[in-house]
């Protein structure tokens, strides 16, 4: 599932290679990806200019601006296997592509999944600031600073991987980068929130910042499905340490990593490097 430098590493791909263009039409080819109903969805892209294209949490938004019309929003929610690729003709794209957006200028970028759980939104300003999957959104990890982090987990009586997942806390972290980071930090998942100290939660902020930074570096990691703009694989799945090597030994100590469950989500850790 694309997260926070997934989503990032598409949108800083997409950005030079869309920005002034203007989108001619959105050809909707599977109309479960368009919640709002392909006809509107199609009505309201039409002549729209793309502005800008950035990322917020794990969304792709496009700022669009029309002619006599309220400015818009594309919001691209990628859930497990969404893309959004420009310009690009393979086999695998055109198998499937779910809302083909055809440039003024003849281009084309489209919205490809294989699972068919994202999601394309064509909102207004006042429709994407209520929307409330949107409107509860965490602040960005990148943006805070370790005040402002610990700030966020003290007192939160849940298991700390939990809360490093829960969007409302902090935006753009999936399972990845929890594991990845409470290992760098030495933190067991299932530690309560609560009963870490200030000095941990400033070690956590530390590593994760590092583990994102890195990743957005490396373009993301490829596991499954995920592609860059530009159908390219990451390479930060390359540095795991932890993520998805349930039994193997841990790269510092030689310890079994241990495979559990923390919140529902499958989580790997090693029991002598980190603690509760
Ligand atoms: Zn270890």
Request: glycine share 10%; with cysteine.
């Amino acid at each position: 599932m694309p997260e926070l430098p997934e989503v990032e590493t598409i949108a800083q791909g997409l950005k030079p290679l869309l920005l002034g263009r203007v989108i001619a039409r959105a050809r909707v080819l599977d109309p479960i990806s368009t919640p709002q109903g392909a006809d509107l969805f199609a009505r309201r892209l039409a002549k729209a200019r793309i502005r800008d294209v950035r990322r917020r949490a794990k969304l792709l938004l496009l700022d669009l601006e029309r002619p006599g019309k309220p400015d818009l929003f594309l919001a691209v929610h990628l859930r497990m296997t969404g893309g959004l690729v420009a310009d690009l003709d393979s086999d695998e794209v055109r198998r499937f592509s779910r809302v083909r957006f055809e440039l003024a200028d003849g281009g084309s970028f489209v919205f490809t999944d294989i699972r068919r759980f994202g999601t394309c939104l064509a909102l207004t300003a006042p429709e994407l600031a209520s929307w409330p999957f949107f409107a509860t959104l965490g602040p960005e990890p990148l943006e805070m600073d370790a005040e402002g982090f610990v700030g966020r987990f003290q007192g939160r009586n849940k298991a700390v991987k939990a809360a490093l997942l829960d969007q409302t806390v902090l935006a753009g972290v999936g399972n990845i980068y929890a594991d990845e980071s409470l290992f760098r930090a030495g933190i067991r998942p299932m530690a309560k929130a609560a009963s870490l100290s200030a000095p941990r939660l400033q070690g956590l902020h530390r590593h994760l910042q590092e583990v994102l930074a890195q990743a957005i570096r490396e373009n993301g990691s490829s596991i499954r499905d995920y592609r860059d703009a530009g159908g390219n694989a990451g390479a930060f799945q390359n540095s795991f340490r932890v993520y998805g090597r349930a039994g193997e030994p841990c790269v510092v100590c030689g310890t079994k990593l241990r495979g559990t469950k923390v919140g529902g989500r499958s989580t790997t850790y090693c029991p002598k490097c980190q603690k509760g």
